[in-house]
């Protein structure tokens, strides 16, 4: 300790060096003043990547292109969709977009690294990732993308609506740049979680992808562990490690490609899925969002399957009454209601019950059969213990007996509305 500080005491104080060679001290080194590249830096490029210019720098730019009879199938059913519905050109003005973020929360301090791309050419689908291989790369990533994002019909992605868009917009705000996106943008994630919500365990798109599309991935980074293997690539700079990461992101865009012409042609009403749970949130999901006349046929041909559950049912005959009503079409409406009064689910026969007794009050003006109905009603809501159904079924039934003890004629006061 005593030769350390001798050897200190040695060397000249900081207060006994002049202003002048302490300012020199601080020059940097002819090195540092003119930077080497990012690569000299030991920032590596992808395998099979290569580096685009841009105003700001070079970006690593990986481009794949794949091929087969899943592509094939996939172009073929957006394909229809597009003559269908006359909307977003064709198929190939379609980009699918899917990232990969530093963070699942999003947030000004999440950073975006990987924005991949598909879109369709001839029979092939041409997937482009953009990788930010450190955040100096961040503003030459997003001007190359931006120009990659002109002249597109639509965009495409699974809960881009929510996280990607969002994401990719605060990004290019930090950067001063405004991100222009074409005005038509589809999430699949809202018409995929109507569809298979009351089936599947989840509606992620990797769930759809290994239930519906039947796809098992092998080699493989699971989400939630992408951030950190970013933040490990960032410390030792090996690129390889990430290799999993990449293959993860393509994975999603061809399984995002493929789920799209299922998903878009079920919406359009060009097929129907085979399962009848499906098959019936399909119908209730197109008659929500576009009142379609044909999927009102579809859920009277399939709300009394006995393989739905109850719950679902339930919704199909309760959205089938509704938009029938609002058609002024009540004998149809009634005709559905007698269904439902045999259905093996007591809250179907509940609702079936109720139903049927405001119709026959109301609108048929048959008090004696509106009575036996709410009678009914009232039994099965007692052997349930329902103590809130019972007494409207009872209050009902008081009203009901008061009319008929009136004889045939009513006021017309008292028919005004359901009550």
Same mark, same amino acid.
């Given at each position: 300790?005593?030769?350390?500080?001798?050897?200190?005491?040695?060397?000249?104080?900081?207060?006994?060096?002049?202003?002048?060679?302490?300012?020199?001290?601080?020059?940097?080194?002819?090195?540092?003043?003119?930077? #080497?590249?990012?690569?000299?830096?030991?920032? #590596?490029?992808?395998?099979?990547?290569?580096?685009?210019?841009?105003?700001?720098?070079?970006?690593?730019?990986?481009?794949?292109?794949?091929?087969?009879?899943?592509?094939?199938?996939?172009?073929?059913?957006?394909?229809?969709?597009?003559?269908?519905?006359?909307?977003?050109?064709?198929?190939?003005?379609?980009?699918?977009?899917?990232?990969?973020?530093?963070?699942?929360?999003?947030?000004?301090?999440?950073?975006?690294? $990987?924005?991949?791309?598909?879109?369709?050419?001839?029979?092939?689908?041409? @997937?482009?990732?953009?990788?930010?291989?450190?955040?100096?790369?961040?503003?030459?990533?997003?001007?190359?993308?931006?120009?990659?994002?002109?002249?597109?019909?639509?965009?495409?992605?699974?809960?881009?609506?929510?996280?990607?868009?969002?994401?990719?917009?605060?990004?290019?705000?930090?950067?001063?740049?405004?991100?222009?996106?074409?005005?038509?943008?589809?999430?699949?994630?809202?018409?995929?979680?109507?569809?298979?919500?009351?089936?599947?365990?989840?509606?992620?798109?990797?769930?759809?992808?290994?239930?519906?599309?039947?796809?098992?991935?092998?080699?493989?980074? #699971?989400?939630?562990?992408?951030?950190?293997?970013?933040?490990?690539?960032?410390?030792?700079?090996?690129?390889?490690?990430?290799?999993?990461?990449?293959?993860?992101?393509?994975?999603?865009?061809?399984?995002?490609?493929?789920?799209?012409?299922?998903?878009?042609?079920?919406?359009?009403?060009?097929?129907?899925?085979?399962?009848?749970?499906?098959?019936?949130?399909?119908?209730?999901?197109?008659?929500?969002?576009?009142?379609? #006349?044909?999927?009102?046929?579809?859920?009277?041909?399939?709300?009394?399957?006995?393989?739905?559950?109850?719950?679902?049912?339930?919704?199909? $005959?309760?959205?089938?009454? @509704?938009?029938?009503?609002?058609?002024?079409?009540?004998?149809?409406?009634?005709?559905?209601?007698?269904?439902?009064?045999?259905?093996?689910?007591?809250?179907?026969?509940?609702?079936?019950? &109720?139903?049927?007794?405001?119709?026959? &009050?109301?609108?048929?003006?048959?008090?004696?059969?509106?009575?036996?109905?709410?009678?009914?009603?009232?039994?099965?809501?007692?052997?349930?213990?329902?103590?809130?159904?019972?007494?409207?079924? &009872?209050?009902?039934?008081?009203?009901?007996?008061?009319?008929?003890?009136?004889?045939?004629? @009513?006021?017309?006061?008292?028919?005004?509305?359901?009550?």
């Amino acid at each position: 300790l005593l030769q350390c500080l001798h050897e200190r005491t040695d060397q000249p104080s900081m207060s006994g060096r002049s202003f002048r060679e302490r300012y020199s001290s601080l020059a940097l080194p002819e090195s540092v003043t003119n930077p #080497p590249s990012s690569a000299e830096y030991g920032w #590596p490029t992808p395998a099979g990547a290569r580096l685009v210019d841009s105003p700001f720098g070079p970006c690593s730019v990986i481009e794949q292109v794949f091929a087969g009879d899943a592509i094939r199938a996939a172009r073929s059913q957006i394909d229809d969709c597009c003559r269908h519905s006359g909307e977003h050109g064709s198929t190939e003005d379609l980009l699918f977009l899917d990232t990969e973020t530093t963070g699942l929360s999003g947030g000004t301090g999440t950073h975006v690294f $990987l924005v991949g791309v598909g879109q369709f050419s001839g029979s092939s689908f041409v @997937i482009r990732q953009f990788f930010m291989r450190h955040p100096g790369d961040e503003r030459a990533m997003l001007a190359v993308l931006s120009d990659t994002l002109h002249d597109i019909g639509a965009l495409v992605t699974f809960n881009g609506r929510s996280f990607d868009v969002p994401l990719l917009e605060t990004r290019f705000r930090m950067h001063a740049r405004e991100l222009h996106l074409p005005p038509t943008h589809i999430d699949l994630l809202s018409p995929a979680r109507a569809i298979w919500k009351h089936r599947l365990p989840s509606c992620s798109l990797g769930t759809i992808e290994r239930q519906i599309l039947g796809v098992v991935r092998t080699n493989d980074a #699971p989400g939630w562990l992408i951030p950190q293997l970013y933040f490990d690539y960032l410390r030792h700079r090996r690129v390889e490690t990430l290799d999993s990461v990449f293959e993860h992101n393509r994975l999603d865009i061809v399984s995002l490609a493929r789920a799209t012409g299922i998903v878009r042609s079920y919406e359009l009403g060009i097929a129907r899925p085979e399962h009848p749970i499906d098959s019936l949130a399909l119908a209730l999901y197109r008659l929500r969002r576009h009142g379609s #006349p044909s999927a009102a046929t579809e859920i009277q041909a399939c709300w009394t399957t006995a393989s739905i559950p109850a719950d679902l049912r339930l919704r199909g $005959l309760q959205s089938l009454s @509704i938009w029938l009503k609002r058609q002024r079409r009540h004998d149809e409406a009634a005709i559905e209601w007698y269904r439902g009064l045999s259905d093996p689910s007591r809250i179907i026969r509940q609702y079936a019950a &109720e139903e049927l007794a405001k119709f026959l &009050e109301h609108h048929a003006r048959d008090h004696e059969k509106a009575r036996d109905i709410a009678r009914r009603g009232a039994d099965g809501a007692a052997l349930a213990n329902d103590a809130l159904a019972l007494a409207a079924f &009872e209050r009902r039934l008081q009203r009901l007996e008061r009319k008929l003890s009136r004889g045939p004629r @009513i006021l017309a006061s008292e028919e005004k509305g359901y009550p």
